[in-house]
């Protein structure tokens, strides 16, 4: 028989177990923990999975496994025993472990399994199947990517491979921009947009496949931005066959200008409404009629566009050299359209940040409104200062504009305390007012600080004789000056030549107040008045004298004549004593080399005469009356510059060679 204590189980008056029981269960459960190590699951994917078709991978690992681990667990799972050696790298985000150690909390991880041989390089396949490129055609491309040939470029030598040979068959390919070019795996699938990213940089995304496909020519548009080219080969377009405009935009946000910056700042979002387009340079709206194949220009805030520049730095290759700075820079680093302003008429070789500087120190020397292109005399506008300035000098410059705009509007006047720097409008008729800002009260009959105790007539009053004295110095500041006829502004000119050119901009003479302009052929000229001294004989500046020598030569006499028939010898003179000429002499017996005629100097003589003759007024000759020669608006064709130049330097130096020839004895 059973005792009691070993059949039931040893409770306290509430039923519960004694703790003498407790702790023996303790201390089991703490055996047993100890015995378990704890397990996590990690989610593993292949990162070529497009290809390869192995789908995610759940594991069940022990914290102290690393990957090695799960290496064995992927080929246990995939590999059979011919593919066993196979490598396996794994990667956590965009970096590759390098590593035994599971990072942790690493879930998911990617990992790419490479056979033997198999280097890691970039693999281009074809996926149209009735139009396929060749081995060779193959081989050439992957050494262009290897090469570090951008997007554009691959699909320019793609589209020429496709192109057939015959004009008679039909074009599958019109345009290098039908080539699509999908990077297949990795971190970022997808088309490839910009044409002018390096191709082989996707690696950078951990991608390795590279698939090749055509779209109809209706099928794409092309958004022109930062100096570069971005694909939408999408039909982006409404039912009538145009561009939906709004569906671009997010394109151009979704896939451009978010897709290429890091997980840490995928967060920030850009407005559509700040993405503004241009079309043959009109703005784009919601119904313009805009058909597929066609590029449309595209900007965005200047916060904006830095931001992507400095994301997309990586993707793009150093291709261009700024002249003053001598650094390579990328197309986006250059002027957008290659162009300061729109009025220039030439491509920027100078980069943004050098046009920035320039702009800094500009403000120092000129007005704020007489900014100019550091490459032409091109003024520039506000929108040409807010693209290039620093954000301190374009609150500077806009500041000033501000203020001018507003001196402008009548009865506006600006506060007169010098710590303030508001103003309003103030109505006609109104004597004493006070500033909304600082609550500074003026006089705004005479624009002066409110002469506190006084009336505006007794102000006069007091004031008279410092009113007599201010008219006094303004008529002798009129005598010793002359008014800008482009602004009105007093200019004093107390050195220097007559050619005046105002803070304006206005170029005139000082005596005639005549304009300055550039001709037809980029000459400095000015309408002088006939009163003017400078009407028939303009300084050595005008008409580009400056810029080439020779035209500032004295005229001389017309060379004798070569050729004189001979006159009998009892008619000739006697012959005179000649003066010592230090002129060399040569020969036997000390005798004088005579100079024989050359045919040559007869022929140059007539094709000048007859060049004078059908060219009576010479545009180049230094007596001439400049204003009388300028090209009329009726003749197309104007004189060409290097013939007028070249025969007017071959008169001079011919009469130059007459003066130094020695005496000629008649024949």
């Excluded at 080219?229 to 946000?253: F, I, M, N, S």
């Excluded at 700024?322 to 002027?335: A, G, L, N, T």
């Excluded at 003026?442 to 008219?471: A, F, I, M, S």
């Amino acid at each position: 028989m059973f005792s009691r204590w070993s059949s039931f189980s040893s409770t306290n008056r509430h039923g519960e177990s004694s703790n003498h029981q407790k702790e023996e269960r303790k201390h089991r459960s703490k055996h047993h923990d100890s015995t378990r190590e704890k397990r996590r699951r990690i989610d593993v994917i292949d990162l070529d999975e497009p290809i390869s078709g192995r789908e995610l991978l759940s594991i069940s690992v022990k914290e102290s496994w690393g990957l090695s681990h799960v290496a064995d667990t992927l080929r246990k799972q995939y590999l059979d025993g011919e593919q066993k050696g196979a490598q396996i790298q794994f990667f956590w985000g965009d970096k590759r472990l390098d590593g035994d150690e599971i990072p942790k909390g690493a879930s998911p991880l990617q990992y790419r399994l490479l056979e033997e041989g198999d280097n890691g390089a970039l693999r281009v396949s074809w996926r149209r199947p009735k139009s396929k490129l060749r081995k060779h055609q193959i081989e050439i491309i992957e050494q262009e990517i290897e090469a570090g040939r951008s997007i554009g470029s691959i699909r320019e030598t793609i589209a020429n491979f496709l192109r057939p040979p015959s004009e008679s068959r039909g074009h599958l390919v019109v345009n290098a921009n039908q080539i699509v070019i999908h990077a297949v795996g990795g971190l970022r699938e997808g088309p490839l947009q910009g044409n002018s990213w390096e191709a082989r940089k996707v690696q950078t995304w951990l991608c390795r496949h590279l698939v090749f496909d055509i779209v109809p020519v209706d099928a794409y548009f092309v958004l022109r931005g930062f100096n570069e080219e971005y694909v939408c080969q999408k039909p982006y377009h409404t039912p009538h066959g145009y561009a939906d405009v709004h569906k671009l935009k997010q394109w151009l946000r979704d896939k451009v200008l978010t897709s290429i910056y890091t997980r840490a700042s995928r967060h920030r979002t850009i407005d559509v409404e700040d993405i503004k387009l241009t079309y043959r340079g009109k703005p784009v709206k919601k119904r313009n009629h805009i058909r597929p194949g066609e590029t449309i220009d595209f900007d965005v805030p200047r916060v904006v566009e830095d931001r992507f520049i400095r994301a997309e730095a990586w993707l793009v290759p150093l291709t261009d050299t700024c002249i003053v700075c001598s650094d390579d820079k990328r197309v986006s680093e250059m002027p957008n359209r290659r162009r300061i302003t729109m009025s220039c008429e030439h491509d920027s070789t100078i980069c943004k940040e050098c046009v920035g500087a320039w702009i800094a120190s500009s403000m120092d020397t000129v007005t704020w409104d007489r900014l100019k292109c550091p490459e032409c005399p091109q003024l520039l506008k506000y929108e040409n200062v807010r693209a290039f300035a620093t954000r301190e000098v374009f609150e500077r410059y806009d500041k000033l504009a501000v203020k001018a705009f507003l001196s402008n509007i009548p009865d506006f006047i600006w506060c007169l305390n010098p710590r303030c720097d508001s103003g309003q409008i103030y109505q006609a008729g109104c004597e004493r007012a006070r500033c909304h800002e600082c609550k500074h009260s003026l006089c705004v009959r005479h624009n002066v600080p409110w002469h506190k105790g006084e009336t505006c007539e007794e102000y006069e009053k007091r004031t008279r004789r410092q009113r007599k004295n201010d008219k006094a110095s303004e008529k002798h500041v009129k005598e010793i000056t002359k008014p800008c006829p482009g602004c009105d502004r007093n200019v004093h000119k107390y050195t220097g030549c007559d050619h005046v050119t105002c803070i304006c901009g206005h170029e005139w003479c000082w005596l005639c107040f005549g304009m300055y302009y550039r001709d037809n052929q980029d000459f400095l000229q000015c309408h002088h008045t006939r009163e003017c001294r400078y009407h028939d004989n303009p300084p050595n500046y005008e008409g580009g004298r400056a810029f080439m020598p020779f035209l500032n030569i004295n005229p001389a006499p017309p060379p004798p004549p070569l050729f004189v028939r001979r006159r009998p010898r009892e008619q000739r003179p006697p012959p005179a004593v000649p003066a010592p000429d230090p002129a060399p002499q040569a020969g036997p017996g000390n005798r004088p080399l005579r100079p024989r005629p050359n045919a040559l100097d007869g022929e140059f003589v007539n094709i000048f005469r007859r060049h004078t003759d059908r060219n009576p007024r010479n545009p180049f000759d230094p007596n001439i009356n400049i204003n009388l020669v300028r090209p009329h608006q009726d003749d197309p064709v104007g004189p060409d510059f290097f013939e007028e130049a070249m025969f007017f330097n071959l008169g001079h130096l011919m009469n130059r060679a007459g003066r130094d020839r020695p005496g000629r004895e008649e024949i």
